[in-house]
């Protein structure tokens, strides 16, 4: 499907969290299409982040929608308590769960749009038997725990491996990319096959402010649609 837009999506990972309600409004502000929350147990990655009631007190702050990213060992447990917090989205891990088709099943139960998501080290085949359970692919291009790692550019062919398997299910799904994605690479994840672009620290590192990183972004990207056209 020739889509010819890309979706810009900030990880709140950076973001000030003595401010989260702000952080949210500012990040509406610069133009996000939707806002990624990176849910951390400390367990499934060696880090500890947001739970629902964090998020749902940022709901009424911003009308973007908002994603879980359940980086979490057990998502069954609480999955329903991040749809009820306000977010549309709820992205688990292939490795995560033992049954990875009921936990999908159990998102679009509660309401969500179930998304999943592959590590470095997960094969796209991991994803051959869900397609028909969700709205989101996500192939992470660092080892997820922590913003500002190096891009793993060694994902593209894999990218595009998901491109081609959603492509062939004849399914409307994103393609979404997470992990050191800016502007010197968004090309690349586009021509790779991905839609959707996850940043966290090129957005808060960008010397021109929130703004100019969204817009940087997505030009870049579109301009890799239009390249390829
Ligand atoms: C890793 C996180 C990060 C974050 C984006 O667990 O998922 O990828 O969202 O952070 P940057 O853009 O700094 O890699």
Request: a negative charge; one cysteine or more.
């Amino acid at each position: 499907m020739a889509d010819q837009s890309v979706l810009v999506v900030p990880s709140v990972l950076p973001a000030d969290y003595s401010r989260l309600g702000e952080e949210v409004k500012a990040l509406e502000d610069a133009g996000v299409d939707r806002i990624q929350w990176d849910v951390m147990d400390g367990h499934f990655v060696p880090n500890l982040t947001f739970g629902p009631d964090i998020i749902g007190a940022c709901r009424d702050h911003a009308s973007v929608p908002f994603e879980a990213h359940l980086m979490v060992s057990d998502p069954d447990a609480m999955m329903s308590q991040y749809v009820d917090a306000g977010c549309e989205w709820v992205i688990v891990h292939a490795e995560a769960p033992i049954h990875l088709h009921r936990s999908l099943e159990l998102v679009n139960k509660a309401g969500g749009k179930a998304a999943v998501a592959l590590n470095p080290a997960t094969p796209a085949s991991a994803v051959a038997h869900v397609l028909d359970l969700v709205d989101m692919v996500l192939v992470m291009t660092v080892n997820p725990g922590f913003g500002g790692q190096d891009y793993l550019s060694s994902m593209e062919p894999k990218v595009t491996e998901v491109r081609d398997m959603i492509e062939r299910s004849g399914r409307d799904i994103d393609l979404e990319v997470d992990g050191g994605v800016g502007p010197k690479n968004a090309a690349a994840v586009v021509a790779a096959g991905a839609r959707v672009l996850v940043a966290g620290s090129a957005l808060y590192k960008h010397e021109g402010g929130l703004e100019a990183a969204v817009d940087a972004i997505r030009s870049a990207g579109e301009q890799a649609l239009a390249d390829d056209a």
